[in-house]
């Protein structure tokens, strides 16, 4: 079983009246991205700005980041393309950082 050691955060803004078509959307994504070697995938919207999403999973390697990262900012993917249909600036520009976990450094 491959261990899932990096978290990366997703995170853009989908535009006003376009929710109920990203909302579908995203449900069909989440296999995708467990194909792709995700897991522990969850979303979130937040409470003081209606329409920003952040997409929380994790990811075994840098380079599985790396292509996941990639394949999203890319309106030429078949599935992930769609996102930029949606998003409030080029897909090529949302924000998708990868994090080592340090919390057991504080424990």
């Not at 989440?30 to 990811?59: D, K």
């Not at 840098?62 to 309106?75: M, P």
């Not at 996102?83 to 994090?99: S, Y």
Request: net charge negative.
């Amino acid at each position: 079983m491959k261990r899932h050691t990096i978290q990366v955060f997703m995170e853009y803004k989908i535009l006003e009246g376009k929710e109920s078509a990203y909302q579908t959307w995203i449900k069909e994504m989440v296999s995708e991205l467990t194909e792709m070697g995700a897991a522990n995938f969850r979303w979130f919207e937040a409470l003081e700005q209606p329409g920003l999403y952040v997409e929380l999973f994790t990811v075994p390697s840098i380079e599985t980041y790396e292509r996941i990262k990639n394949l999203r900012r890319s309106r030429e993917h078949p599935s992930f393309g769609a996102l930029g249909n949606w998003v409030h600036k080029p897909l090529e520009e949302i924000n998708c950082w990868a994090f080592h976990d340090r919390s057991a450094m504080i424990v």
